[in-house]
C-alpha cells in the first residue's frame, strides 16, 4: 500500500505510510510522543519555509518597488523560530520588548525589526533604542509624546503611523482590529495631530503608514479598501508637511484551514492583490512607490505545527449532545491550545497509529483543564480509541503555545523540530521547578497581621530562602 500525502490543514510533508503510522518529514509522530512524551508540539521546517517563500517570491514577482515579508512574532516565537525567520530572508514584526529580546538572541539584527503594541512605556522604547530596533509603530498620540521625549535623550528615532482605518474584516469580533473603534491605532482624522508631534522633534523620523484589519481574513476586498486608506493619508501627509510615505504596511491576517473543506485564501493571490492596489493608487495619486511591507504569522506558521495529545478516559454522554456520544478526554487542553475556548476554533485529529482506520465514531475531545469550556474539538469523527492512543491536531501553529498558560499549574508542552527525517528538540517541556521559580515564599520572619504574627508560622522556617526548593520534599521535574 503506497504511502498518502495528506491534503491541507496538514503539513506539506505530513503523510499516512503503508503501515498506517502518520509522518511529519518523514518522522513518525508516534516516535516523538514515546521520545517526547505528550502533550507536544511538532514543527516541520519545510512547511515553515515554503509559506515564507510563498510571500517573498510573491512579492518580487508582483511588486516592482522595494518590499519586505515580516513574520508576526505574536502567532508564535522562540530562538528556533526566530532563526529560520532570518534564514528565509524575513523581518521580525515584534509586539514587544520580549518578542525583540528574542530575536537579537536569535542573531536577528535590530535594524530587522519593527516594534509594535498599544502600550509601550517609556522604559521599553529607551531599551527598543538600545537594542538597536529599525522602527517603532506609534499606535497613539500618547505614545508619540513619549517616543519624542525618549528621541530628544538619545539618537534618531524612525517612526511608522499605525492608523485605524475602518475597515471591516470578515472575522471573529476578538480578533478585528480594524474599526474606528477598535483599541489598535490613531484615529484617521488625529492624523494631522500625530504629524504635528512629529514635525516638532527633529529627532523623530517620519517613515510610513501601518494599519492591521483583523486575523484569520479569509476574503481579499478588506485588504484592498485597507492600503486605498492607508495612501489616502499618505497623499494628506504630502500635501501637508511635503514627507514621502517611503513604506505601507496593509498588516497581516491571512487566514488558513482548520479543518478539511475550510477556506484558504492564496498567498499568491494576496500578494498580488495588494502590490496591484498599492501601484494603481500611487499611479492615481501621484506618489512614489514605496517600501511594501507584509507581516504574515499565521499563515506562515499555522499549517507548520501539529499537536500530539494521549487519550487518557473516556466519559460516555447519557445524551447524545449533538452528533457525540462521548467526551474523550485528552492530556493538553486550552492550557496550550486555548482558541477553542477563546474563539469557537473548529478542530481536526487524527491517530498517529493505524490512521487509515474508519472514523466511525462522534466524539468531543476535551482537555484536561478545570474549565467547562475546555474542549478542543466537538463533534470530531474519530476511530474507535483507548486510552493510551495519541491523536494528532493539525493546523497547531498559531496562537496556540504563544498563548499557552500554566493555568491549573499544569507544565507547557515542548516543541521538537522535524526535517529530512530528523527530529530536533527546540523548546524543552516544562518542569514543575519551573513553575515555582519564580516564588519566594512567605518572609522570615513573616509580616504581623492585624492580630500580630501567627505563632504557628512564626515558628517555621521559610523553606525557599536559602534552598530555593521545598525541605519536607523533593520536587519531581
Not at 117 to 138: C, Q, S, Y
Not at 315 to 339: F, Q, S, T
Not at 465 to 475: N, P
Amino acid at each position: 500500500m503506497e504511502a498518502i500525502m495528506m491534503p491541507p490543514p496538514w503539513p506539506d510533508t505530513a503523510t499516512i505510510d503503508a503501515s498506517g503510522d502518520l509522518r511529519l518529514a518523514g518522522v513518525p509522530l508516534g516516535a516523538v510522543a514515546e521520545e517526547h512524551g505528550t502533550p507536544v508540539y511538532v514543527f516541520d521546517a519545510a512547511t515553515f519555509a515554503r509559506r515564507a517563500a510563498s510571500y517573498r517570491d510573491g512579492l518580487a514577482a508582483h511588486y516592482p518597488g522595494e518590499a519586505e515579508v515580516h513574520y508576526a512574532c505574536k502567532a508564535f516565537l522562540n530562538v528556533a523560530v526566530a532563526q529560520l525567520a532570518l534564514r528565509h530572508g524575513l523581518h521580525l514584526d515584534a509586539v514587544s520588548i520580549g518578542e525583540a529580546q528574542v530575536g537579537r538572541h536569535a542573531g536577528v539584527p535590530g535594524s530587522r525589526i519593527h516594534l509594535h503594541g498599544n502600550a509601550k512605556t517609556h522604559d521599553e522604547l529607551r531599551l527598543a533604542r538600545r537594542l538597536g530596533v529599525g522602527t517603532i509603530i506609534a499606535d497613539n498620540l500618547d505614545e508619540l509624546r513619549g517616543l519624542a521625549a525618549v528621541a530628544r535623550e538619545g539618537g534618531e528615532l524612525g517612526v511608522m503611523l499605525r492608523l485605524a482605518p475602518d475597515v471591516a474584516a470578515n472575522t471573529h469580533p476578538h480578533i478585528a482590529t480594524g474599526a474606528a473603534a477598535s483599541k489598535f491605532g490613531i484615529p484617521l482624522e488625529r492624523l494631522l495631530d500625530a504629524a504635528r508631534i512629529i514635525a516638532g522633534e527633529p529627532k523623530l523620523r517620519y517613515e510610513g503608514l501601518h494599519c492591521h484589519i483583523g486575523s484569520q481574513i479569509t476574503d481579499l476586498p478588506p485588504y484592498r479598501a485597507a492600503v486605498r486608506v492607508l495612501l489616502a493619508a499618505a497623499g494628506t501627509l504630502r500635501r501637508r508637511y511635503g514627507w514621502t510615505t517611503r513604506s505601507i504596511s496593509p498588516g497581516g491576517g491571512l487566514g488558513i484551514a482548520y479543518a478539511a473543506g475550510d477556506p484558504e485564501p492564496d498567498i499568491g493571490g494576496y500578494v498580488k492583490t495588494v502590490a496591484a492596489e498599492v501601484v494603481e493608487g500611487c499611479r492615481r495619486a501621484g506618489l512614489p512607490l514605496p517600501k511594501l511591507i507584509c507581516e504574515p504569522g499565521r499563515s506562515v506558521v499555522g499549517p507548520a505545527m501539529v499537536a500530539l495529545y494521549s487519550v487518557v478516559a473516556a466519559k460516555p454522554l447519557a445524551a447524545a449532545d449533538g452528533e457525540a456520544d462521548a467526551y474523550v478526554h485528552l492530556d493538553g487542553g486550552m492550557g496550550d491550545n486555548i482558541r477553542p475556548a477563546m474563539y469557537g476554533a473548529r478542530l481536526t485529529a487524527l491517530p498517529v497509529r493505524d490512521a487509515r482506520r474508519p472514523a466511525r465514531r462522534v466524539v468531543h475531545l476535551s482537555g484536561r483543564y478545570c474549565e467547562s469550556s475546555d474542549v478542543l474539538a466537538r463533534d470530531v469523527h474519530v476511530p474507535e480509541l483507548s486510552n493510551g492512543d495519541v491523536l494528532a491536531v493539525p493546523a497547531a501553529g498559531a496562537y496556540t503555545l504563544s498563548m499557552a498558560s500554566a493555568y491549573n499549574h499544569v507544565p507547557r508542552p515542548p516543541v521538537v523540530l522535524v526535517q529530512d527525517g530528523h527530529a530536533h528538540l527546540i523548546t524543552r517541556r516544562e518542569t514543575y521547578r519551573d513553575l515555582m521559580a519564580r516564588d519566594a515564599g512567605l518572609p522570615d520572619p513573616p509580616v504581623a497581621g492585624p492580630s500580630g504574627p501567627d505563632p504557628a508560622i512564626a515558628t517555621t522556617q521559610n523553606p525557599h530562602r536559602h534552598t530555593g526548593a521545598h525541605a519536607c520534599c523533593s520536587i519531581e521535574t
